[in-house]
Every structure is written in C-alpha cells, then in structure tokens.
C-alpha cells in the first residue's frame, strides 16, 4: 500500500501512474475510520481505475479548540482498515505543515447563502475551513470523482457551490449514511459516548423518523414537529438539541411554508453531554 506525507511526493506518484484517461476516485477524511467511510472507499474503488483518500484532522475547519484537541486520530489502525477494503488505496495523510506551511488559516468562501444556515451558523468560520481543504485537496490529487457522505448534507451541497464556482473538474459523488444497528448515524465522535450515551443516542435518528412521518403526514405544522423533536430529545438530560431544521435541500433554507417543487430535509445537531452529534434524512 502507498502512504504519503507530503504533498510533492503523492503528486510525482499520481503522474507515473496516471494518464489522461485515468479514472481518479478521491475519498477525503479526518481519519478515525469506520464503516460509513469504508462505503466510500468501496463505491470509489468500484467506479475508478485508481482511489485515493486523505487522512486529516483539518484544524482551521474545528471553531472549537477543545473538539479539535479531542478528535480522535487513530493513523495505524486507519491504515489497517483501509488494507481490509483495498490495497490499491493510495494513502495520503499530511501533517498540517504540508497543507498550510506555516500559517493555518482558511481563505474565505462565499456559497450564496448556503454558509449561513445550520452549521454555518453554530460554527462560525467552519465552511470557510471545510472549503479551503477541500479546495487544496481537489487541486493536489484532480480526481475525476469525489466522494461525501450525506450524513454532512450541508457540507457536501457546499462543496458542490465551491466546485462549480472554481470550475474545478470533479463529480462530486453524494455517498448514503451508515448507522449502527440502533440507527445512530456513524461518526468519529461516536467513539468518544459512553456505551450508555452511545445506546440512547438511538433517540437522534429516532425523531427524525418520527419528524418524517409527521411531515409526510401533513397534519402538523413544521413548528409543531420541530417542538416535538425538541421534547424528545430534551426528555433524556444528557442531550441538548442546538438545532432541528427542515429546510429546503436546495437553499437549505427553513421551510415555512410546504411547495410541492420542492424537496424537503430535516437537519439535526445534539450535544450528548460536549459530544455533537449531526444527522439529516431526506423528507420525500
Ligand atoms: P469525516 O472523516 O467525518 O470528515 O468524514 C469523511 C467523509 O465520510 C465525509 O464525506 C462524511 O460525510 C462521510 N461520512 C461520515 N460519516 C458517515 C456515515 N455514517 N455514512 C456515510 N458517510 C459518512
């Protein structure tokens, strides 16, 4: 398997191995791997000749010094999982001196109001430093396709604005979530719950399976089913929602008032204790 540090190297390795016809899959993550990343990396290597993905903990992208200290980075045992799927995998996990020389700061993005909802609004400066690496990594490896996980909806509409308004030449490829058995969405975080926290957390995916059915329904208005999924998520102590939006997948901006042109999303963050946890599911 081939491991890159640097960015110089992986480069040189992608032109001796590539030509104008060769199909480039490119899975970018922030390590600490589990099933919903390996369903990238599968769905990469089945569509392209050759798949690269990226292991890195992109500081300029955390607003929370304490959550970017905490993220788990497990760089051997990712590289083993990795193995599980393919060999072939070309590996390049930089340290942040390779990315951002000697200043880690992210330029700033304008996504025609897409920032300015959910995450973009409960961490500032977040999609600025979700574009910038996603920018750099697209212009290292050129990939024919990209691929991202629905988990982070609003991040992958964004990148889809970054790309088109560069012109940059990737597909981006928008990937299904993985959820443990209870249905809790997969996540790096996830290793950091308590086995009891990681169990009751079920409740997430829960109401929003409950919020679907109610707006599928029609019989209930969204501020209603948005004061629902309030009170179930607030029934456990140790949870405390930070939003539930259903927005318009689009825009991403909140449905007021239903459209029948429209597809719908619901949007969700709970902190489980310091642990943030996300999760979307599509309303049609
Ligand atoms: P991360 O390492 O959290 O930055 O995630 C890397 C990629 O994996 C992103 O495109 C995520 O959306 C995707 N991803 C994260 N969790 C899941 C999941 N449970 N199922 C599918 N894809 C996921």
């Not at 990396?41 to 500081?59: A, E, G, M, W, Y």
Request: aromatic fraction near 10%; include cysteine.
């Amino acid at each position: 398997m081939k491991i890159f540090d640097n960015k110089t190297s992986l480069q040189s390795y992608l032109v001796t191995i590539s030509n104008q016809k060769t199909t480039i899959g490119f899975v970018p993550t922030m390590g600490a791997l589990h099933a919903g990343h390996m369903s990238l990396l599968k769905q990469s290597i089945t569509n392209n000749d050759i798949t690269v993905t990226s292991i890195f903990v992109n500081p300029t992208q955390f607003n929370n010094a304490k959550d970017l200290e905490k993220y788990p980075r497990t760089l051997e045992a990712d590289i083993e999982k990795i193995k599980t799927v393919s060999n072939a995998i070309i590996v390049y996990a930089p340290n942040v001196e390779d990315i951002y020389g000697n200043n880690p700061v992210s330029n700033h993005f304008d996504y025609d109001g897409l920032e300015h909802q959910m995450e973009g609004k409960f961490r500032p400066g977040h999609f600025d430093g979700v574009g910038t690496i996603v920018k750099f990594l697209l212009e290292i490896v050129h990939p024919t396709n990209a691929y991202f996980g629905e988990k982070d909806f609003q991040q992958l509409q964004i990148v889809r604005k970054m790309v088109a308004k560069n012109n940059l030449k990737t597909n981006i490829i928008c990937c299904p979530i993985y959820r443990e058995p209870n249905g809790l969405a997969m996540s790096s975080r996830n290793e950091r719950l308590t086995p009891v926290e990681r169990s009751d957390a079920a409740i997430i995916y829960k109401s929003l399976i409950m919020a679907r059915e109610k707006f599928i329904f029609g019989t209930v208005s969204v501020k209603t089913i948005g004061e629902l999924v309030t009170k179930t998520i607030h029934s456990n102590e140790n949870f405390k929602l930070e939003y539930f939006q259903i927005a318009d997948e689009e825009t991403l901006l909140p449905c007021i008032r239903r459209s029948k042109n429209k597809n719908y999303r619901a949007f969700i963050a709970v902190f489980v204790n310091n642990i943030r946890l996300i999760d979307t599911i599509s309303l049609k």
